[in-house]
C-alpha cells in the first residue's frame, strides 16, 4: 500500500509558476514510476508527465519545456515544477504511483492522492 498526498497547488497568474509536491509513504517508493496527471472540470483526466525508477521522464507535448518532473527518492517525494503557466493548464492535479504497461494510461496506475488544484487567470 502506497499512500500520496500532494501540495503546493493555488491561484497564479498566467506566466506564473508553481512546484507541486508529492509525498510518499508506505511501500517502497523507488519501486514505482511516479507520474502527475490532471482533470479540468468536464474533461478526462489526462496525463502531464512521468517519472521512471531510474529517473527517465516523459511529458505531454503541451507541457514540453515548460514543466519539469523529478523525484527525490531519499525523500519519498516527487516533484512538477511548472513554469510560464496559462489558464489551459487550470486543473486538479493529481499525483499517482504504480507499474504501468501504458505510462500515459492513467487506469494504469495503482495509488493516487486526492489533488491538488491550480487555477491560472489570464
Known amino acids: 500500500q502506497v499512500q500520496l498526498v500532494e501540495s503546493g497547488g493555488g491561484p497564479v497568474q498566467a506566466g506564473g509558476s508553481l512546484r507541486l509536491s508529492c509525498a510518499a509513504s508506505?511501500?517502497?517508493?523507488?519501486?514505482?514510476?511516479m507520474g502527475w496527471f490532471r482533470q479540468a472540470p468536464g474533461k478526462e483526466r489526462e496525463f502531464v508527465a512521468v517519472?521512471?525508477?531510474?529517473?527517465?521522464?516523459y511529458a505531454r507535448d503541451s507541457v514540453e519545456g515548460r514543466f519539469t518532473i523529478s523525484r527525490d527518492n531519499a525523500k519519498t517525494t516527487v516533484y512538477l515544477q511548472m513554469n510560464s503557466l496559462n489558464p489551459e493548464d487550470t486543473a486538479v492535479y493529481f499525483c499517482?504511483?504504480?507499474?504501468?504497461?501504458?505510462?500515459?494510461?492513467?487506469?494504469?496506475?495503482?495509488?493516487w492522492g486526492q489533488g491538488t488544484q491550480v487555477t491560472v487567470s489570464s
Open positions: 517519472i521512471t525508477w531510474s529517473g527517465n521522464t
Open positions: 499517482a504511483a504504480g507499474v504501468p504497461v501504458t505510462i500515459r494510461d492513467p487506469t494504469a496506475y495503482r495509488y
Open positions: 508506505g511501500r517502497s517508493f523507488s519501486d514505482y514510476v
